[in-house]
């Protein structure tokens, strides 16, 4: 490194500066070239907008958990449209309200609301029913909108993000009276919480320069887009932030290297979970507000999935009467733990024997004496039952006794968006029957079998 000496040219060259005031004094700095530290001949370019022109090794939002660059269309997982009403999510969701907590869909703002009055205890929780598997070497992305009715309370506790009805598992942003945080919660004991004013990243304060790169500061009565994406793996890394101005900022990241002798979450089957709760007795009535939320992965398209065969079932049919032949659920539990994977019906296969039939497709219709006796893997199913009501009918097929037998559903079962799976309380689940009758009123024999797939 050798010393700054004067040009050759003499002591009449100028050196360029920018004048500044800090601390009530003008100092003078001088305009740097930034270049590599082996060839200073190559140099960065700065825009006239005074933008960096430069690209980045990994971590910045452009890229996913992995440091890919995100140029491939992303698959979508699921989108709660909460502003489109009760018809955008009915069925999705489970609400949980105590007290004098309420859940409702407000069309003044076209957002679902929860509020919770002034005694200690009112809770409003929505938590979806699907759970939403992480696939190893790929990124899961998690994108909401949200507001506050105030910037923070005594004796009020809001969270949104990724979790599970129990609240033992997650990534959540979280505020506490007027602290602000962000969470991984594990049921494993390596939970973390960081306030904002630690964040490493863009803390949203307004304050500006290295954790204000944005210069943006948070406001939580108006509308923000937070996201959340992670490595799982185990001990990979845990990234939340929000938009400002459209382009993406970094809050705070877990790194989570070398620090862990155990996963930092037990479980990746999360679902979205938004939560607001009286700790203690509040000085006037609060809302929380969710506009939107989404659920995407990044990376490799494929599924891990594992085929499972229903084997053929008879049925006699005598006359005209719609009959139930076998209705599909997941089972609670698979070998001691909670079962939180989707189940897609690929194909059926059908033959009648003397006269036409519909084959009717029933999602969570009432069944008269089922037993549930029958399973395979994870998915249990029921040939008992001698009757339904109610349910949707989402689907009808047409088979006579030279019709093709098998019938592709992937129409009907999109690997990414649709299946069945349990409720966000265990206890409740989808159900999905097949019914048939025969359309002459005739006598006929049915033999039917389908293909399930176990999606992880």
């Known amino acids: ?53 430069t690209t980045f090794d990994s971590g910045d939002p452009t890229f996913d958990a992995f440091g890919r660059l995100v140029t491939a269309t992303d698959n979508l997982l699921a989108a709660y449209k909460f502003y489109d009403g009760p018809k955008s999510i009915s069925g999705r969701v489970q609400e949980d309200v105590s007290g004098g907590a309420s859940i409702a869909y ?69 505020m506490d009276g007027t602290d602000m945080f962000v969470k991984v919660i594990s049921s494993l004991g390596n939970g973390q919480s960081v306030n904002r004013t630690a964040w490493n990243g863009d803390r949203l304060d307004g304050t500006g320069g290295d954790h204000n790169r944005s210069g943006a500061t948070l406001n939580q009565l108006a509308l923000n ?101 076998v209705s599909l659920r997941p089972t609670e539990t698979y070998a001691g733990e909670d079962n939180r994977w989707r189940y897609i019906i690929e194909n059926l296969s059908t033959i009648t024997s003397a006269e036409p039939v519909e084959l009717s497709l029933w999602l969570n219709a009432d069944l008269t004496a089922p037993t549930w006796t029958e399973s395979g893997l994870s998915l249990e199913w029921d040939t008992g039952a001698s009757a339904v009501a109610n349910g949707h009918n989402f689907g009808s097929l047409l088979f006579t006794p030279s019709a093709n037998p098998s019938q592709d559903l992937n129409a009907l079962f999109n690997d990414f968006t649709d299946g069945l799976y349990r409720n966000a309380d265990i206890t409740g689940t989808d159900v999905w029957t097949v019914c048939v009758k025969s359309l002459s009123g005739n006598a006929t024999t049915v033999y039917f079998s389908a293909i399930a797939s176990e999606v992880q």
């Open 1 to 53: 490194m050798s010393n700054i000496q004067l040009p050759q040219n003499g002591a009449g060259a100028i050196v360029l500066t920018e004048e500044h005031t800090v601390d009530a004094e003008q100092k003078h700095v001088q305009v740097m070239h930034i270049g590599d530290r082996t060839d200073p001949t190559r140099q960065v370019t700065v825009s006239s907008a005074g933008a960096l022109f």
């Open 106 to 174: 407000n069309a003044g703002i076209r957002g679902q609301t929860l509020q919770c009055g002034t005694a200690d205890g009112d809770s409003a929780k929505l938590v979806t029913h699907r759970h939403f598997s992480y696939k190893p070497g790929s990124t899961l992305v998690a994108m909401f909108v949200v507001n506050a009715s105030d910037a923070g309370k005594a004796n009020v506790a809001r969270h949104f993000g990724l979790g599970n009805h129990a609240d033992t598992d997650g990534i959540q942003v979280a």
């Open 225 to 325: 887009i937070f996201w959340m994406t992670y490595q799982y793996l185990s001990a990979g890394a845990v990234t939340v932030g929000t938009y400002v101005g459209g382009e993406p900022v970094v809050c705070h990241t877990f790194y989570n290297y070398g620090t862990l002798f155990s996963p930092y979450m037990g479980t990746t089957d999360l679902a979205i979970v938004c939560h607001q709760e009286n700790v203690g007795v509040v000085a006037s009535t609060s809302e929380m507000n969710i506009f939107c939320a989404a659920v995407v992965s990044r990376g490799y398209p494929e599924l891990i999935k594992t085929a499972i065969s229903i084997p053929a079932i008879a049925v006699p049919l005598t006359d005209g009467t719609l009959t139930p032949i």
